[in-house]
């Protein structure tokens, strides 16, 4: 699988914005970026992909590098409960890798009141 | 929002005795995963089935762990014996996958401790 390297920890402040980086420089052609979250005590929570154009969801938007290498997931304004470790990850979109998900050690997010 | 449901939410056992996890993954969903979390390791795949076929089982140690899914309602992930270094929590999550890219939804884990 391609690897993503993903800052051990970051912090914020509330109501601010917060941009997630992630290095994948190895990405193929027909892998997706996806992006999860896992809140503490509980399970991953999918928050966002996408392939090459930015991505805007209620969540939060992903912004992709024009050569894919890598991509930022954007929390326009951080609360409380977005603490959470956030995994960058990248899923092949083929058959042979049947779509499975290898997690790696993600970004600890903490947020300021 | 539908849900992945896991039961049970937290298990003890001793050494050497079975454990059954169950996991009833979204209606509609054809891929169910089963994922262990430790502190050590993070987030290991253990298996998945598509359309309720093993697909591939190659993170489970092969001599104690199981996985089947007896119906499409339904996923199973025995453990048996069970030792304490297989205390962990145990996620399951489904998805659908077909043309296009989706996400996937997790369950909320099943805590087990082997004493």
């Known amino acids: 699988d391609a690897k993503t390297t993903q800052p051990n920890s970051m912090e914020s402040n509330e109501e601010e914005p917060v941009h997630l980086p992630c290095n994948h420089s190895?990405?193929?052609?027909?892998?997706?970026i996806h992006w999860y979250r896992q809140l503490p005590s509980q399970g991953p929570e999918y928050v966002i992909h996408?392939?090459?154009s930015n991505v805007n969801n209620r969540m939060a938007s992903l912004a992709i590098a024009e050569d894919r290498k890598s991509s930022t997931l954007i929390l326009h304004r951080a609360t409380l409960r977005d603490a959470a470790v956030y995994y960058c990850?990248?899923?092949?979109?083929?058959?042979?890798?049947?779509?499975?998900?290898?997690f790696g050690k993600g970004t600890l997010l903490t947020v300021n009141p | 929002d539908a849900r992945v449901t896991q039961t049970p939410r937290h298990k003890v056992t001793e050494m050497g005795q079975e454990v059954t996890m169950r996991c009833q993954p979204i209606?509609?969903?054809?891929?169910v995963f089963w994922y262990r979390q430790t502190m050590m390791q993070g987030l290991e795949l253990l298996a998945y089935?598509?359309?309720?076929?093993?697909?591939?089982d190659s993170g489970m140690p092969k001599d104690r762990f199981s996985a089947e899914m007896p119906d499409a309602t339904l996923a199973t992930l025995k453990i048996q014996p069970s030792e304490p270094r297989d205390s962990a929590v145990y996620f399951c999550?489904?998805?659908?996958?077909?043309?296009?890219?989706?996400?996937?939804?997790f369950g909320s884990g099943t805590r087990l401790t082997v004493v």
């Open positions: 089935f598509r359309n309720r076929a093993p697909l591939d």
């Open positions: 999550a489904s998805g659908l996958v077909k043309a296009g890219d989706y996400g996937y939804t």
């Open positions: 209606l509609g969903h054809n891929t």
């Open positions: 990850i990248l899923r092949e979109n083929s058959g042979g890798s049947n779509y499975k998900l290898t």
């Open positions: 996408g392939l090459t």
């Open positions: 190895t990405i193929s052609g027909t892998d997706y």
